[in-house]
């Protein structure tokens, strides 16, 4: 397989497909640059070997061009971080972003307009009327799906060669993030340094572990983290359960949990999962105790109370001092862990100290050589919270492509290039 480091950019040009979906404020400033810096060594690195490059991205969700989606907003941004002036396309597929891509010469680079103006970009067809039949939706899937294949090798006739650092979309098989990659021999292919380290993070983690293992799941939802949950409970040597799916494990086992987030439909499953680590001599680790609030705000009243005897009109909001000690004790006997999801509520600073005390032992545990990985959901705005991001050996920048490729998913994005 053809790396970055191997390739010669001298001379050739570099479609890269980037995850520049940023946030913007109603004035269009952008609150959070992470991704573009993310993708900021692939791209000096093109430039350095006197390539050039076409820069591809998505922005939100429009369901058409839009100018509130636009690319436009980003691009001083982009100029600013590289330290070279990007040329913009008002296009991704007409005669301005062909004849502009054409134009480049070594040391410039172009962004072409939001790839998801073009339905064809996700292959799923758009505006199609509710009442149309079910002959009439798989004609117009079949359609955007023929588009897709179009709007690849338009994207690829721009190019010589395809780069794709946009980890945050692996999970999809996208124009620009898979299907492109067909229109590209195997030597004219690659992932980024961004996509690269994700993977080396990922597969460090659940191919090449050092023991012991130990998954901290924290987060709102059990129905969430079903898939990954049941991937881990055949990887790991301790999973850790934490954050808002604790009351459904207690209620599960008994428990009274006042007025705590639950989901009572699946109680089953709790108790299904907990059999499972029994079988798989899994030690699964559940909080003993909570802190409670007697409402669901930072101001609210609090107590610290057995996790199984909750009294009503009171809600687990974070784990207890007990747990947070259990938790630390397992989390810092480990050479490997991940870390996805916080032990409650921790936009409320009153019920932050949970997964502060998990973040500060997962600090301890990879000072002493644990491989710390970080990411999916709201971990990474923990981490960020507590200041304690570069004390993690990787945090990751993937949402839902970190949790599939968790889940022992295969990414579309990533099999393109792989094979
Ligand atoms: P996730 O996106 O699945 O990682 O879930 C993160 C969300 O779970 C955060 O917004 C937390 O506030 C929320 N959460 C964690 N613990 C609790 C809890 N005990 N009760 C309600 N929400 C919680």
Not at 160 to 166: F, G, S, W
Not at 209 to 218: E, K, Q, W
Not at 258 to 263: H, L, M, V
Not at 341 to 353: K, L
């Amino acid at each position: 397989m053809q790396t970055l480091d191997n390739f010669n950019f001298k001379g050739q040009k570099a479609f890269v497909r980037v995850d520049f979906n940023v946030p913007l404020d109603e004035k269009f400033n952008i609150t959070d640059d992470t991704r573009i810096r993310a993708a900021i060594p692939t791209l000096k690195k093109i430039l350095a070997d006197g390539g050039s490059i076409i820069l591809g991205s998505h922005l939100g969700r429009p369901k058409g061009v839009d100018g509130k989606y636009s690319l436009q907003h980003i691009l001083p941004r982009i100029s600013e971080l590289l330290g070279v002036k990007v040329e913009f396309a008002n296009d991704s597929l007409g005669k301005e972003a062909a004849e502009k891509s054409a134009a480049l010469q070594p040391g410039q680079v172009l962004l072409l307009e939001n790839l998801r103006f073009y339905a064809a970009e996700e292959g799923k067809p758009r505006g199609l009327a509710d009442d149309a039949s079910d002959e009439e939706k798989a004609a117009a899937k079949k359609a955007e799906k023929a588009n897709q294949k179009e709007m690849a090798k338009q994207l690829a006739s721009y190019a010589t060669v395809y780069v794709n650092d946009a980890f945050g979309t692996a999970h999809r098989a996208h124009a620009s993030t898979a299907i492109i990659a067909d229109y590209f021999d195997a030597g004219h292919k690659t992932f980024g340094y961004l996509m690269q380290n994700e993977i080396d993070a990922v597969e460090k983690v659940l191919k090449d572990t050092a023991r012991p293992f130990t998954a901290i799941m924290g987060g709102s939802k059990v129905s969430s983290k079903i898939d990954i949950i049941e991937n881990l409970l055949t990887k790991v040597d301790n999973l850790i359960i934490a954050g808002g799916m604790t009351y459904t494990f207690a209620k599960a086992l008994g428990g009274k949990i006042g007025d705590s987030i639950c989901e009572d439909d699946k109680l089953d499953l709790a108790l299904s999962l907990i059999r499972k680590a029994k079988d798989s001599k899994v030690n699964l680790v559940l909080a003993v105790d909570a802190k409670a609030a007697d409402a669901f705000s930072n101001d609210a009243n609090t107590q610290f109370v057995p996790v199984d005897k909750i009294p009503d009109g009171w809600e687990g909001m974070d784990i207890g001092p007990e747990t947070e000690k259990l938790f630390a004790k397992v989390i810092e006997s480990s050479k490997t862990i991940l870390w996805n999801g916080p032990t409650g509520v921790f936009e409320f600073d009153n019920f932050a100290g949970g997964s502060a005390a998990v973040g500060a032992a997962i600090v301890r545990a990879t000072e002493n050589g644990a491989f710390s990985l970080v990411g999916g959901g709201d971990s990474v705005a923990c981490v960020n919270k507590f200041g304690i991001a570069d004390k993690m050996s990787y945090v990751s920048t993937g949402g839902g492509a970190l949790l599939e490729f968790i889940e022992g998913k295969e990414l579309p994005g990533i099999k393109a290039i792989r094979g």
